[in-house]
C-alpha cells in the first residue's frame, strides 16, 4: 500500500520500483489506453486454449529458436514478450503523449507462452513457446498481393515482405540476445532453424540459409550477418 497507494506522496519509490522492473524485463508500459497509466506483467498471464493457437496464422513463415541440447528457464519467454510489446507500441506511434486514436491502435494478443502482435503495416507476428519450453516458434506473415496486381507491383510487394521479414527476425533475434546477456551472463544456448518456405516443413540452420542468403530471411543485397546488438534498444528500430 505504501508503495503503489497514495502514502509515498512523492512518487520517488514507485518509480525508482517501475524503472527497476522495466530495466529487468519484468514489466512494460502499456501504451495501448490513452490518458492513463498501465504497464503490461506477462507473468500474469493466463493460459489459453493450445489448439487455438495452432489456428492462427496458417499462412505464416516460421523460425524456431530450439532450447532442447540446453534448457528455456522461466521468465525468459515473458521477457521476449515484453521486448515485443514495447515495441510495438513504439511502432504504432503509441508512446506517451503520441496516443492519437485507440481505435487505430493494433493491440496485441496475449496468453501464457503465445503473443499476436502487429509490427507494421500488414505485418502479423506470432511468438509461441513449446509446452514441453524447449522451442519458441517466431511465425511472420505479410499480407499477399491482391489478384490483378501488375508484374511491377507484384515485385515491389515480394521485395517488402523480404525487408519485413529480415527486419522482425533480426528484431527478435536482437531481443533475445539482450536477454541472454543482461538477465543470464550468456549462459542461454540455442540453435536457430529457418522455414525454407511457406507450407513446407523444411528448415535449415541459420548459418546455412546466411550462406545462401535464403530468402525472405536476408535480403539479397545483405552481405553482413543480421549480427545480434547486445545493446539493443526496442526505440532504435521505430525509424
Known amino acids: 500500500e505504501y508503495v503503489w497507494g497514495d502514502l509515498d506522496e512523492s512518487g520517488h519509490l514507485r518509480d525508482f520500483l517501475l524503472d527497476l522492473m522495466r530495466s529487468l524485463m519484468l514489466i512494460s508500459d502499456w501504451n495501448f489506453i490513452r490518458h492513463e497509466d498501465y504497464y503490461f506483467v506477462p507473468s500474469l498471464l493466463k493460459k489459453t486454449n493450445a489448439r487455438q493457437d495452432k489456428t492462427f496464422m496458417k499462412d ?3 523460425c524456431v529458436f530450439d532450447f ?3 534448457f ?4 525468459i519467454f515473458e521477457r521476449l514478450i ?3 510489446v514495447e515495441h ?3 511502432l504504432q506511434g503509441a508512446g506517451r503523449g503520441r496516443l492519437q486514436n485507440t481505435r487505430e491502435l493494433q493491440v496485441p494478443i496475449l496468453a501464457q507462452g503465445f503473443a499476436s502482435l502487429w509490427f507494421g503495416e500488414k505485418l502479423h507476428v506470432c511468438l509461441r513457446m513449446s509446452e514441453d519450453m524447449t522451442h519458441i516458434c517466431l511465425l511472420i506473415e505479410s499480407t499477399q ?3 490483378g496486381v501488375t508484374r511491377m507491383e507484384t515485385v515491389s510487394n515480394n521485395k517488402n515482405t523480404e525487408d519485413s521479414t529480415s527486419r522482425v527476425f533480426s528484431v527478435v533475434s536482437s531481443a533475445l540476445e539482450k536477454i541472454n546477456s543482461e538477465v543470464v551472463g550468456g549462459r542461454l544456448r540455442w540453435k536457430t532453424l529457418l522455414q525454407i518456405d511457406k507450407g513446407r516443413e523444411d528448415f535449415v540452420s541459420y548459418e546455412i540459409a546466411k550462406r545462401d542468403l535464403l530468402q525472405p530471411w536476408f535480403r539479397t543485397s545483405q552481405t553482413e550477418n543480421v549480427k545480434s546488438n547486445l545493446d539493443f534498444d526496442p526505440s532504435v528500430l521505430t525509424d
Do not use: D, E, M, T
Request: hydrophobic letters at 20%; a positive charge.
Open 60 to 62: 505464416a513463415i516460421q
Open 68 to 70: 532442447s541440447s540446453s
Open 72 to 75: 528455456l528457464p522461466n521468465g
Open 82 to 84: 515484453c521486448i515485443c
Open 88 to 90: 510495438s507500441g513504439r
Open 145 to 147: 498481393s491482391p489478384k
